[in-house]
């Protein structure tokens, strides 16, 4: 097949979001299986500033065709970011003003007019994650052969009514987990055929658990936390409730985080806290295998990556009660614990601390689970059964 994958961001050895990790993976997949791909994205580098980084322009990446397309540098950022305040407060907007958003949101017209000449040409066009313009636009282009990789969210954009005839006027999607489809068929009123399960290939790795504590000099137990460090990722929390846990537990932990962002620390946790930012591949996963437990407190998710990594390194969850995503995925691997508010989180943490069989068990499941179920042989089954509609 000849298969278009669309994305927002591809850095050629750099680090992007879940979604866009994700997206890159299964084109990779794709050319793995023998497939011709393309994948289009735009020049920015940086989800802040959305900027064009980088000139556009085509290169090959492991098989993969990239073509790099400006970013519209006309967008009305003001406009933009006044509809997306009161999206984001869950206050109702209109459908002018919802296509207003999308078209000041990250949108590429050279992208477009590149699919609309080029679309006919392809088997099937991959787009996704849901909530950017480049998404919205592109879907629209040729829907009937247009699957999303839409990474849904039960959040305020996933109400909007163009997100709504998008997910209904597409071909179907590609889900991450059975949680993010019901919640796809709950919003937008689709049928069990609305699309598939396929995930994520996740690549098994070794990593000596006693490293990262002699690397850094750590002669306590630690748990982890990997990635953004913000709001959305509920770190805030996470903060607070270590806090309480080694104030009443007198040091008996202590706190690693990698990843970026930065989040008020309570003053008093600061001597337990080791916060690394960015680490190699490496380091991280060394920083998996010797911890106590891997702590996920997002409520906001459609995969958990860095979940299914630290499942690879045979190190036990934690994750809030309202990530519905990460507790199925804990629920089904049966290798984690799920807190609803401070006191269960303390009994669990106690629990991972002192019951080292419960804690191994947990961990030996975790990695038999993403071992079976994300095996890149699996991941290409679900996804070719899907666009050779077998």
């Not at 000596?208 to 630690?222: I, K, N, S, V």
């Not at 799920?338 to 499941?365: C, H, I, S, T, V």
């Amino acid at each position: 097949m000849k298969l278009a994958y669309i994305t927002p961001r591809f850095l050629p050895g750099g680090v992007v979001g879940g979604a866009e990790t994700l997206i890159r993976d299964l084109a990779l997949t794709s050319v793995q299986a023998g497939h011709e791909v393309h994948l289009l994205t735009t020049c920015a580098t940086d989800h802040f500033t959305w900027n064009n980084d980088r000139e556009a322009g085509e290169e090959t990446v492991e098989g993969i065709h990239v073509h790099y397309f400006k970013v519209n540098e006309d967008r009305n950022i003001e406009v933009f970011l006044r509809i997306q305040d009161q999206i984001n407060k869950d206050r109702p907007v209109s459908r002018e003003d919802q296509q207003r958003w999308a078209e000041n949101n990250v949108c590429s017209r050279d992208l477009s007019a590149w699919l609309r000449q080029n679309g006919e040409d392809f088997d099937a066009i991959l787009v996704g994650p849901y909530l950017f313009g480049i998404t919205l636009e592109s879907a629209q282009i040729l829907p009937a052969k247009t699957w999303l990789i839409p990474c849904l969210h039960d959040e305020a954009f996933a109400k909007l009514d163009i997100v709504a005839d998008m997910f209904r006027a597409t071909k179907g999607s590609l889900f991450n987990s059975e949680p993010e489809k019901a919640l796809a068929m709950r919003l937008y009123g689709l049928d069990e055929g609305c699309g598939q399960i396929v995930g994520m290939a996740m690549e098994p790795f070794e990593a000596d658990p006693t490293a990262f504590a002699r690397q850094h000099g750590l002669d306590t137990p630690y748990v982890l936390y990997c990635g953004r460090q913000e709001g959305g990722k509920n770190t805030p929390l996470l903060l607070d409730y270590m806090h309480s846990y080694i104030e009443r537990r007198q040091g008996a932990v202590k706190l690693v985080l990698t990843g970026s962002g930065d989040v008020p620390v309570p003053e008093k946790l600061r001597p337990h806290l080791l916060n690394l930012g960015f680490v190699s591949e490496q380091e991280k996963h060394e920083a998996m295998a010797g911890a106590v437990a891997f702590i996920h407190p997002s409520t906001n998710e459609s995969f958990g990556i860095v979940l299914l990594e630290a499942w690879l390194a045979e190190t036990p969850a934690i994750v809030h009660a309202r990530g519905e995503v990460l507790r199925w995925q804990c629920e089904h691997a049966k290798a984690g614990l799920w807190f609803r508010y401070y006191p269960e989180f303390e009994a669990m943490l106690d629990r991972l601390l002192e019951d080292k069989n419960l804690n191994q068990q947990l961990g030996q499941n975790g990695r038999s689970y993403v071992l079976n179920t994300f095996a890149r042989e699996a991941i290409a089954r679900r996804l070719f059964a899907v666009l050779e509609g077998k």
